[in-house]
């Protein structure tokens, strides 16, 4: 699946958008929001033009005007500009999140060199600041496995697991609505759960939307976030 038709998924049914297939992951976040009332608003994002070796830690997004200048906290690990990537180190669990400050949201990722040698990636919503949150994490493996976790206080408990089949770049979006928690990947629901009333409790109001990574070959790309 190419970046432009993973982006193009989430604009889906937008009415003044009607060249989609022209248009790429970029120019998606300039699209007026205010144009429909249909259209998702954009509250985080990042293509991650940077210097090679640039930390990711207070960092501004890309296109700071689309993404109300969002801003990367590092919680665990390390992250880093990679050509144009963002990459994290191999710290188990190593998480890096904007202040998106908004619990029902859809978050929209590429991830490459991820299908191969026990790889791992994914994303993050409605993170504490701290360490709770949920988590859509992509596993290379026999089979390969996606994991929807909730992480408490760093204690992580797996709600859900399948079993697709990688690509060798894959788009993966992770979107909460209230209780509602679904995952895509490359275009198809993998994932569709509903929270209990003691997970939604445990997750408190936390409302920052980012990456989850655990492997420095892992790259990240196209991140995007919108609202509702």
């Known amino acids: 699946m190419t970046v432009t038709s993973a982006a193009s998924l989430l604009i889906a049914g937008i009415a003044h958008a009607t060249t989609l297939g022209s248009l790429t992951a970029r120019s998606l976040l300039d699209i007026d929001p205010a144009a429909s009332v249909t259209t998702p608003s954009t509250i985080g994002c990042d293509n991650f033009t940077g ?3 640039a930390t990711m830690a207070g960092r501004a997004a890309t296109v700071a005007a ?3 200048s969002r801003v990367w906290t590092v919680h665990v690990g390390t992250w880093t500009i990679q050509s144009n990537k963002a990459a994290s180190s191999a710290t ?4 890096a999140t904007q202040n998106t400050t908004t619990v029902n949201s859809t978050s929209t990722v590429v991830l490459s060199s991820l299908n191969t040698g026990g790889r791992s990636g994914g ?3 409605s993170h504490d600041g701290a360490s709770s949150y949920l988590a859509a994490v992509m596993i290379d493996g026999t089979p390969d496995r996606v994991e929807l976790r909730l992480v408490v206080g760093g204690t992580s408990t797996v709600l859900v697991t399948v079993n697709p089949t990688f690509a060798t770049t894959n788009t993966l979006q992770f979107a909460r609505s209230g209780t509602s928690v679904t995952v895509t990947l490359n275009g198809t629901s993998i994932i569709s759960t509903t929270l209990t009333a003691a997970q939604s409790t445990s997750l408190g109001a936390g409302a920052r939307a980012g990456l989850f990574g655990g492997d420095s070959t892992v790259r ?3 991140f ?5």
Do not use: E, N, Q, R
């Open 66 to 68: 689309s993404c109300a």
């Open 224 to 228: 995007l976030v919108t609202s509702p």
């Open 92 to 95: 188990a669990s190593a998480a």
């Open 51 to 53: 210097t090679t070796g």
């Open 220 to 222: 990240f790309d196209d």
């Open 123 to 125: 994303l993050v919503l």
